[in-house]
């Protein structure tokens, strides 16, 4: 007998969608009718239906390639079904397009690619409000058909403040919404401040009746532009199905703190091509030098003090260092003139000696142990700098955008879940500066020489 299921139906990990044709012995055709599982069904032309072997209504062996081909004349045939629901609280809806979680919004992406497009009703209900907002607000980029579906406002937002908790830059630099992919941002242009400042304003002294000169300061531009960074994870149809609300701690963890290590890395050792400019490559970053006959690998007080002495503003400066300074960096000293008692050391204070926790700080400034910087005694071991000068540019409306795809790990009958995002960092400093009565050169950005 034919039979047409009328709810989904999960067999021994296979899913069945609405609308599934299936041929079964009477006693389990009328057994699944009268559980309200599926309804008898007069053939149609165009059908496609298959013989599955049933010892039990729980028990069906079909082969995946045969489920997908079904699967795919459903979906022909119910293409026109495109319905938008109505009577909802559009700004609530806006923020999480009906949803409660981020990880039911995933599984009904999981859903919709195994259907080949037939989406679950508020996933379809999502999608159609997006293309309604897209062409209210003449937006040129639409859905890709490849799986690719709009994250909802709110489960974007818990993404990125994830990120934003993770991160060691992203809450301290200045943030750029980028509304295209390309940006200019006004700077000043100085390098020079012994004879001017703002690369060219001139204060003069005047006496009665004398022209004042005039002058003028410099300016130039910095150029963000939008590169992308994407992750990807591969979760089980069992998971998916079975689990939910378990795989939203899962992604989130995961894809939060893959970004902002990202994020970190690029705005530390990013080299600008097709990617941010970070620290260690910046022409405005300074290098002062080790001491002389300093040991390598080693760092000692004088690094230190010589490193804030070439900071340009202290106002928002951090340190970063890889966690093998650490050692050093806790037992360095200041002598107390020309005594020998030694003060005590330059990362916080052991009030309670190695049974409490240190500070963590260097002169004053925060200091953050990171795997980011380089390896003890090379250049970037040790980075002193004010975040503020450093520009983030993301897509504005909140960047990540999320696809799912079935076909990727078919075989290990696995999900791939991707994230993308784009962004770019730029210091908002061209050069370093030589102060007025000084050679030596200050800027956001101090690293140590190489010590080898």
């Given at each position: 007998m034919k039979l047409r299921l009328k709810k989904e139906w999960n067999y021994n990990g296979t899913l069945l969608p609405v609308g599934f044709i299936v041929n079964v012995d009477d006693d389990n055709a009328k057994d699944m009718i009268g559980r309200g599982l599926a309804e008898e069904y007069e053939p149609q032309a165009g059908d496609v239906a298959r013989p599955v072997a049933m010892s039990a209504p729980e028990n069906i062996a079909i082969r995946r390639e045969e489920l997908q081909e079904m699967i795919e004349e459903i979906v022909r045939r119910n293409a026109s079904q495109f319905q938008q629901n109505s009577g909802r609280n559009e700004?609530?809806?806006?923020?999480?397009?009906?949803?409660?979680?981020?990880?039911?919004?995933?599984?009904?992406?999981?859903?919709?690619?195994?259907?080949?497009?037939?989406?679950?009703?508020?996933?379809?209900?999502?999608?159609?409000?997006?293309?309604?907002?897209?062409?209210?607000?003449?937006?040129?980029e639409t859905v890709g058909s490849d799986g690719g579906y709009l994250v909802p406002t709110e489960f974007r937002a818990q993404l990125m403040s994830a990120a934003l908790e993770e991160s060691i830059f992203l809450n301290r630099v200045v943030n750029v919404p980028m509304a295209t992919n390309t940006i200019d941002i006004p700077t000043v242009d100085e390098s020079d401040r012994s004879n001017s400042v703002y690369g060219g304003v001139v204060v003069y002294r005047v006496g009665e009746g004398e022209t004042i000169n005039d002058s003028s300061p410099k300016f130039g531009t910095v150029t963000l532009k939008l590169n992308k960074v994407a992750a990807l994870c591969k979760v089980s149809s069992e998971l998916l199905e079975d689990s939910p609300i378990s795989l939203e701690p899962i992604l989130n963890d995961m894809f939060a703190k893959a970004l902002a290590r990202q994020i970190d890395d690029d705005i530390i050792n990013g080299d600008g091509v097709g990617k941010p400019l970070g620290i260690l490559k910046a022409p405005a970053t300074v290098t002062v030098s080790?001491?002389?006959?300093?040991?390598?690998a080693s760092i000692v007080t004088e690094n230190i003090l010589k490193m804030w002495s070439r900071l340009l503003s202290a106002g928002d400066?951090?340190?970063?260092?890889?966690?093998?300074?650490?050692?050093?960096?806790?037992?360095?000293?200041?002598?107390?003139?020309?005594?020998?008692?030694?003060?005590?050391?330059?990362?916080?204070?052991?009030?309670?000696?190695?049974?409490?926790?240190?500070?963590?700080?260097?002169?004053?400034?925060?200091?953050?142990?990171?795997?980011?910087?380089?390896?003890?005694?090379?250049?970037?071991?040790?980075?002193?700098?004010?975040?503020?000068w450093i520009l983030f540019g993301e897509k504005s409306g909140g960047g990540i955008r999320t696809a799912s795809s079935i076909h990727l790990a078919f075989a290990e009958d696995k999900i791939a879940f991707r994230y993308i995002v784009r962004y770019d960092a730029q210091p908002w400093i061209k050069g370093a500066i030589k102060p007025k009565y000084s050679t030596n050169t200050l800027s956001p950005f101090v690293v140590l020489q190489t010590r080898s």
């Amino acid at each position: 007998m034919k039979l047409r299921l009328k709810k989904e139906w999960n067999y021994n990990g296979t899913l069945l969608p609405v609308g599934f044709i299936v041929n079964v012995d009477d006693d389990n055709a009328k057994d699944m009718i009268g559980r309200g599982l599926a309804e008898e069904y007069e053939p149609q032309a165009g059908d496609v239906a298959r013989p599955v072997a049933m010892s039990a209504p729980e028990n069906i062996a079909i082969r995946r390639e045969e489920l997908q081909e079904m699967i795919e004349e459903i979906v022909r045939r119910n293409a026109s079904q495109f319905q938008q629901n109505s009577g909802r609280n559009e700004d609530v809806f806006e923020k999480t397009g009906g949803y409660r979680s981020f990880g039911e919004f995933a599984r009904d992406v999981y859903l919709a690619s195994i259907r080949k497009g037939q989406m679950p009703e508020r996933l379809r209900n999502w999608m159609a409000y997006c293309a309604k907002q897209q062409e209210n607000r003449a937006l040129g980029e639409t859905v890709g058909s490849d799986g690719g579906y709009l994250v909802p406002t709110e489960f974007r937002a818990q993404l990125m403040s994830a990120a934003l908790e993770e991160s060691i830059f992203l809450n301290r630099v200045v943030n750029v919404p980028m509304a295209t992919n390309t940006i200019d941002i006004p700077t000043v242009d100085e390098s020079d401040r012994s004879n001017s400042v703002y690369g060219g304003v001139v204060v003069y002294r005047v006496g009665e009746g004398e022209t004042i000169n005039d002058s003028s300061p410099k300016f130039g531009t910095v150029t963000l532009k939008l590169n992308k960074v994407a992750a990807l994870c591969k979760v089980s149809s069992e998971l998916l199905e079975d689990s939910p609300i378990s795989l939203e701690p899962i992604l989130n963890d995961m894809f939060a703190k893959a970004l902002a290590r990202q994020i970190d890395d690029d705005i530390i050792n990013g080299d600008g091509v097709g990617k941010p400019l970070g620290i260690l490559k910046a022409p405005a970053t300074v290098t002062v030098s080790k001491e002389s006959g300093q040991a390598a690998a080693s760092i000692v007080t004088e690094n230190i003090l010589k490193m804030w002495s070439r900071l340009l503003s202290a106002g928002d400066a951090i340190w970063l260092a890889n966690k093998d300074t650490y050692p050093q960096l806790a037992t360095l000293r200041l002598p107390t003139g020309t005594s020998t008692t030694i003060a005590a050391g330059l990362v916080g204070q052991y009030t309670n000696g190695l049974t409490g926790q240190p500070e963590m700080t260097l002169q004053g400034a925060p200091l953050i142990l990171t795997e980011l910087c380089q390896t003890l005694g090379t250049k970037g071991d040790l980075i002193l700098c004010s975040p503020s000068w450093i520009l983030f540019g993301e897509k504005s409306g909140g960047g990540i955008r999320t696809a799912s795809s079935i076909h990727l790990a078919f075989a290990e009958d696995k999900i791939a879940f991707r994230y993308i995002v784009r962004y770019d960092a730029q210091p908002w400093i061209k050069g370093a500066i030589k102060p007025k009565y000084s050679t030596n050169t200050l800027s956001p950005f101090v690293v140590l020489q190489t010590r080898s």
